[in-house]
């Protein structure tokens, strides 16, 4: 049985970003529970994607997308979840096949598509992505969801932290923990240059768990 959540469409007292980022993306998107977490669904991310980006999808060369959500409550800085997600493509042009290797919460996925669009979507798709365990979120409490979204993020240390994060053996989680979860303020309420080829800051309306 599923629930979706009451969002908020006034953005009132959001957390003090500085000069609240001009290059953070403000977005709608659907809190629904499902069981005992919480799942968000929300526009596709193609944007990351430009022209010669999606070009580049059948290279040969593999195209990885590494997206990382928090959950905080309205009014701080310190927030209640963390999740990491790293998706990969690669062409096979003797195959024509496009090959996917999807790391989420719930654990990894390898597939395959014959169209270069349907590629872009697995990677850039947001639909039903569970984010947080409902013991994380008490009813009433005010929350926001932000998100860093990285194409082909060059940093060593990144990628270590992502192949680290990862090997856990819980896909992208749904809790605290590691150097991912902590750096929420570093990368994204005082964002540095970013060593990606494209990078997408996107916050969420405000939402809250009504009460049964």
Same mark, same amino acid.
């Given at each position: 049985?599923? #629930?979706?959540? !009451?969002?908020?469409?006034?953005?009132?007292?959001? +957390? =003090?970003?500085?000069?609240?980022?001009?290059?953070?993306?403000?977005?709608?998107?659907?809190?629904?529970?499902?069981g005992d977490v919480l799942t968000v669904t929300s526009a596709a991310l193609t944007k990351l994607f430009d022209t010669a980006a999606y070009d580049a999808l059948d290279s040969?060369?593999?195209?990885?997308?590494?997206? #990382?959500?928090? !959950?905080?409550?309205?009014?701080?800085?310190?927030? +209640? =979840?963390f999740v990491l997600i790293r998706r990969q493509v690669s062409y096979e042009p003797w195959d024509e096949i496009f090959y996917l290797n999807l790391d989420e919460p719930g654990g990894r996925k390898k597939l395959k598509e014959k169209r270069q669009a349907d590629a872009l979507k697995r990677l850039t798709a947001i639909e039903d992505v569970p984010i947080a365990r409902l013991s994380a979120l008490p009813f009433d409490q005010i929350y926001l969801l932000a998100m860093q979204v990285e194409l082909n993020p060059?940093?060593?240390?990144?990628?270590?932290?992502?192949?680290?994060?990862?090997?856990?053996?819980?896909?992208?989680?749904?809790?605290?923990?590691?150097?991912?979860?902590g750096s929420f303020v570093s990368v994204f309420v005082n964002p540095k240059i970013a060593e990606a080829d494209r990078v997408l800051r996107i916050r969420s309306q405000p939402f809250f768990r009504p009460r049964p």
């Amino acid at each position: 049985m599923s #629930r979706a959540l !009451i969002v908020l469409l006034v953005l009132v007292g959001q +957390v =003090a970003h500085a000069d609240d980022d001009e290059k953070t993306e403000e977005q709608k998107m659907r809190f629904v529970e499902r069981g005992d977490v919480l799942t968000v669904t929300s526009a596709a991310l193609t944007k990351l994607f430009d022209t010669a980006a999606y070009d580049a999808l059948d290279s040969g060369v593999a195209s990885t997308v590494v997206i #990382r959500i928090w !959950i905080y409550p309205q009014g701080s800085t310190d927030p +209640v =979840a963390f999740v990491l997600i790293r998706r990969q493509v690669s062409y096979e042009p003797w195959d024509e096949i496009f090959y996917l290797n999807l790391d989420e919460p719930g654990g990894r996925k390898k597939l395959k598509e014959k169209r270069q669009a349907d590629a872009l979507k697995r990677l850039t798709a947001i639909e039903d992505v569970p984010i947080a365990r409902l013991s994380a979120l008490p009813f009433d409490q005010i929350y926001l969801l932000a998100m860093q979204v990285e194409l082909n993020p060059i940093s060593k240390e990144t990628l270590a932290e992502v192949r680290r994060w990862l090997s856990q053996g819980t896909g992208g989680g749904l809790d605290r923990g590691g150097a991912f979860f902590g750096s929420f303020v570093s990368v994204f309420v005082n964002p540095k240059i970013a060593e990606a080829d494209r990078v997408l800051r996107i916050r969420s309306q405000p939402f809250f768990r009504p009460r049964p």
